[in-house]
């Protein structure tokens, strides 16, 4: 594809649910990341991959929060639990490599009611 | 702890007033400095990178610069076009990887 691409668009969930977010990174890049943006702020770090493996997930707030990047290309972002704090946009990024730069998708918005 | 910090929180420019968006940053070494565009409802989308202080770059009617302690994105007469939220972001960590501490944020009107 042309960019990134994340489903759904909008997912409004009831508290308590289980959510998963998915990414499709540009084709060819190795490096996937995911950052999460609440409103009025700049998007904050949750976690990195490079191929298959989580190369840092300081990011991530506690652990009802869980990625998979199985085959090194789609990522997959799961929320169990779901609270009405989790309520932002999920936003997926990747790059050629770690060091260069990373384009993002358009974001999912998760609403927790 | 690395830090960004943007101002103004929100700028509105009459068409073709030129101006300057101010980026703050602490950070324990850094790596690079990016400048991103984003608009309502998209997801940041990548303007330029900086890495090291008197480095500039240009882009149409934005040109980012960088000192030791800021960056600045200098906007020549904007257009309507360019209104937005203009978002900074240092490298964080010493992986080298893009794990970025963004700013807040500058939200630009500009009205013809």
């Known amino acids: 594809g042309a960019g990134v691409s994340q489903t759904p668009s909008n997912k409004v969930t009831e508290k308590g649910k289980y959510v998963e977010l998915r990414c499709d990174p540009i084709s060819g890049h190795t490096a996937l990341y995911w950052y999460r943006q609440s409103l009025g702020q700049g998007p904050e770090f949750l976690i990195y991959?490079?191929?298959?493996?989580?190369?840092?997930d300081s990011g991530l707030p506690n652990d009802r929060f869980f990625a998979v990047r199985p085959e090194g290309s789609v990522s997959t972002l799961k929320i169990q639990r779901t609270e009405r704090g989790d309520s932002a946009v999920y936003l997926c990024?990747?790059?050629?490599?770690?060091?260069?730069?990373?384009?993002f998708g358009q974001g999912t918005r998760l609403t927790v009611v | 702890e690395d830090q960004v910090t943007q101002s103004p929180e929100a700028l509105r420019l009459q068409e073709g007033e030129s101006s300057s968006l101010n980026c703050s940053y602490t950070v324990s070494g850094l790596r690079g400095l990016f400048w991103y565009r984003q608009d309502p409802g998209k997801g940041p989308e990548f303007l330029f990178t900086l890495y090291s202080a008197g480095e500039e770059k240009e882009k149409e009617r934005l040109k980012a610069t960088l000192t030791k302690k800021e960056s600045f994105l200098h906007i020549t007469a904007p257009k309507p076009e360019d209104s937005a939220t203009y978002l900074c972001?240092?490298?964080?960590?010493?992986?080298?990887?893009?794990?970025?501490?963004f700013g807040a944020g500058t939200r630009l009107a500009v009205h013809p």
């Open positions: 990024a990747s790059s050629t490599a770690g060091n260069t730069e990373a384009f």
């Open positions: 991959f490079q191929g298959t493996g989580a190369a840092d």
């Open positions: 972001a240092v490298q964080a960590g010493s992986g080298g990887y893009n794990k970025l501490i």
